[in-house]
């Protein structure tokens, strides 16, 4: 089965895998969100392809459902779960790990292949490619230092892969409660692969 948590604002709902970190989707309703996580499966599964995991889920189940807020509403999945809280064995950790790494590639691979203009919304609205890049590279390293890894603004590629690979380290590893840091290891993980993947989907909707 696929385990998915719910999390429900006052208009919209997420859909999150809780096995598969940044499997995310939103819709009106819970059923509308769960079909529209389940219809994404293929686009996730290049994301497990590249991370070298078998990705065949089953059918949704969902196991938990979180109260969300205007922040679930405008896009973003920000409730922790209380399973998020449950101790994360070093299997998980490794194989969460693995599917961010992927999830970078894929989006440093992405914004290669794609043209500085992208396609405008109905409304002209939608940041340019560089916009993106400027936002999921702050965002990131806000979102380390919820799990105590910090770095200063980057001046250069290098000190990107540096913060990179020490919030994999810390990711990586067996964790048990008590939590000590802003987010729990499980949610960080989530939430960091989630917003990567999102926005590779975002350029590649947008070419």
């Known amino acids: 089965m ?9 208009k919209k709902v997420f859909a999150c895998s809780l096995d598969w970190p940044g499997w995310c989707r939103i819709a009106k309703g819970e059923e509308a969100a769960i079909d529209r996580l389940m219809d994404y499966a293929p686009r996730y599964r290049v994301v497990a392809a590249r991370a070298g995991l078998d990705f065949a889920p089953g059918d ?5 459902r ?6 679930t509403d405008f896009g973003v999945p920000y409730a922790v779960p209380d399973l998020d809280l449950e ?3 070093a299997a998980e950790a490794a194989q969460g790990v693995a599917l961010l790494r992927a999830a970078w590639e894929l989006f440093d691979e992405t914004v290669a292949a794609s043209h500085e203009d992208l396609r405008k919304g109905p409304r002209g609205g939608g940041r340019d490619l560089s916009k993106i890049v400027d936002h999921v590279v702050g965002a990131e390293r806000a979102f380390a230092r919820k799990v105590d890894v910090r770095h200063r603004p980057y001046k250069s590629a290098a000190d990107r892969e540096a913060m990179r690979a020490e919030l994999a380290g810390v990711l990586s590893r067996a964790w048990e409660p008590p939590q000590t840091t802003g987010w729990p290891p499980r949610y960080a993980l989530r939430r960091i692969a989630w917003h990567v993947i999102d926005h590779i989907w975002e350029i590649e909707d947008r070419r």
Do not use: I, M
């Open 60 to 64: 949704p189940v969902v196991v938990a």
């Open 2 to 10: 696929t385990r998915v948590y719910l999390e429900t604002g006052p």
């Open 66 to 71: 979180v109260p969300g807020s205007d922040t």
């Open 87 to 89: 101790p994360v064995p």
